[in-house]
């Protein structure tokens, strides 16, 4: 479903140019979740947004459904992929109703059957019909990324591209994010591409992850190979062992990698 | 727990709103010795305020009542504004949970935090800032030197939260309350910082107050842990028996988190009990009224 080959995406020029992310390749199946896994700056956000469009200067080459895309995204690859971002409370308008933020993608792709859509989507997503007409200051942050999710999938996309979409929430609100996307998965068969620095998150919801380290992927493994503790890389052998918890010795033999 | 350093009974914090009067923190009493006490809640449960109450930083038109509150047996409720600040900052200090609201935009970090061990310490200023430069480099700061000159804007969050963190043990406070202190911070470097705040407390035997929605962290790192909801402590344990806690509340908070080493299908959602604003409270896995 998604095909990535030696993306390289730099910021700046000259000598003051960071290269965020340095010649990475993997592929995503249909049907699949796939990790993306790493410590801030580590570049797998970026990889997130070069994928969704957001972040034009890549070089590389990209495939989503067989298609090659080009640095600007026609609006087919829009209905196509859809992302959902980390911040509920940034994501949304403060001034549009949950029915504008809703109804805004499909007048843009001209779909009708605008009400029934709506209701659709946010029954989906677990939200009654009563929360069509509130602002984002009257929802909880559960109910935030709730909406965020019903405005992802209102326009019916293959893919949903996660970035971190549950770090801010409560432990208990983060549960039922997960399983509402698990059941959103099964049921639409989508494709999800999921990133985030939370290894249990990784564990429980994908099948294959990536761990990035400076822009590079250090190692690609299968979520069997990542619960047996089965890494090869010493930098994700760190991560997953920082991880399980505090330990004072574990502390002192943290290293840099580079 | 040895001797005890900070000892609360009965705290409320109300908010007296136009819809009436919000109770924040509903009667809650608990100590702090030379010790890693964990303060676990979720959003709204009154963990922060919890913080806030103990340095007096909650504003009108809050509230804060308790039988008593006393500081290595100062009373708290009992001083006036400046003695107050003889003791925040200096002998109890906090980490605010948002760094980018805490810090001072239009100050570097470098003289911000030379400015808080000045504002205790009568030291030159060249002193001051081989000090801040220390500090820096022990909260693992790359290059502190080009830190100190950066202004907040320039830092990212993780540098923040270890910038707050200098800031506020360069007065080498008895007391720290941390309030989500690495929640920004990526595994590796929160593993970091938390061994700083751990040698602090047991070489130097400072008390820490450490707030934190992480389950699992604060069963490593602390040494007892108490889960606050609606704004009451419901349960009270050793930090290594919190995976036998007795609370539903706790043991719903506990279920509903992904693990790594298995498989667990669908997460379990807790199902508030209403019961449990008023309900049981269990302390060292015992049920008190």
């Known amino acids: 479903m998604i095909e990535v080959e030696n993306l390289t995406v730099t910021f700046g020029v000259g000598a003051s140019a960071i290269r965020a ?30 994928l969704s ?81 509130r602002y984002p200051h009257q929802l909880s942050g559960g109910q935030r990324q ?30 039922e994010i997960l399983n509402l996307l698990q059941r959103l998965k099964r049921e639409r068969g989508l494709t ?67 | ?3 005890s350093l900070l000892s609360v009974e009965g705290l409320h914090v109300r908010f007296h709103t136009t819809k009436g009067v919000v109770e924040a923190v509903r009667g809650i009493s608990f100590e702090v010795g030379r010790e890693k006490l964990g303060i676990v809640g979720e959003s709204g449960s009154g963990k922060t305020m919890t913080g806030r109450s103990v340095l007096r930083l909650v504003r009108p038109p809050g509230e804060v009542v308790a039988r ?4 290595d047996g100062v009373d708290l409720m009992g001083l006036s504004e400046v003695d107050m600040r003889e003791i925040r900052g200096r002998r109890i200090a906090m980490v605010m949970q948002d760094p980018k609201f805490s810090l001072n935009p239009v100050m570097t970090v470098g003289s911000q935090i030379a400015e808080a061990y000045l504002v205790h310490h009568k030291v030159a200023a060249a002193q001051a800032r081989a000090r801040t430069l220390d500090m820096l480099a022990a909260v693992k700061i790359r290059d502190p030197e ?3 000159g950066l202004y907040p804007h320039e830092c990212s969050g993780g540098m923040g939260q270890r910038i707050m963190i200098a800031m506020m043990l360069i007065p080498d406070p008895d007391l720290l309350i941390a309030d989500e202190p690495t929640s920004a911070l990526d595994v590796t470097v929160q593993m970091q910082v938390l061994a700083i705040l751990d040698d602090l407390v047991t070489q130097r035997g400072m008390g820490l ?41 706790t043991r719903g908070l506990l279920a509903s988190l992904p693990r790594i080493d298995r498989p667990v299908g669908d997460l379990s959602v807790l199902s508030r009990d209403p019961a449990w604003r008023e309900g049981p409270v269990f302390v060292d896995g015992e049920m008190r009224s």
């Open chain 2, 146 to 148: 080009r830190v100190y």
């Open chain 2, 1 to 3: 727990m040895t001797q």
């Open chain 2, 68 to 71: 008593r509150m006393t500081f």
């Open chain 1, 146 to 175: 709730r909406v965020a999710i019903a405005r992802a999938l209102v326009l019916e996309p293959k893919v949903l591209l996660l970035d971190e979409p549950t770090s801010s929430l409560d432990v208990s609100v983060q549960a």
């Open chain 1, 192 to 258: 999800f591409m999921l990133v985030t620095h939370n290894l249990a998150v990784v564990a429980h919801m994908c099948d294959r992850l990536a761990v990035m380290n400076a822009g590079r992927v250090v190692e690609e493994m299968s979520v069997d190979e990542l619960r047996r503790g089965a890494a090869t890389h010493a930098y994700t052998l760190q991560l997953l062992n920082a991880s399980l918890g505090y330990d004072r010795s574990k502390a002192r033999d943290l290293v840099t990698f580079e």
């Open chain 1, 21 to 50: 992310v340095r010649g990475i390749s993997f592929r995503v199946d249909e049907g699949e979740t796939f990790g993306l896994v790493g410590e801030s700056g580590s570049g797998k956000s970026t990889v997130l947004r070069a």
């Open chain 2, 209 to 249: 107050m450490f707030i934190s929605h992480d389950l699992n962290l604060v069963a490593s790192f602390c040494d007892r842990v108490v889960i606050m909801y609606a704004g009451r402590i419901v349960e009270t344990c050793r930090a290594s028996e919190l995976q036998d806690a007795k609370h539903p509340y």
């Open chain 1, 53 to 133: 469009g957001l972040n034009p200067d890549w070089t590389g080459v990209l495939r989503v459904d067989g298609q090659v895309l080009g640095q600007r995204r026609s609006k087919a690859f829009h209905k196509l992929v859809q992302m959902v971002f980390q911040d509920p409370y940034g994501s949304l308008h403060p001034r549009h109703t949950v029915d504008r933020v809703l109804s805004e993608p499909l007048a843009i792709h001209g779909m009708g059957d605008v009400d029934r859509r709506i209701e659709t989507a946010l029954a989906e997503v677990g939200l009654g019909p009563s929360f069509r007409f």
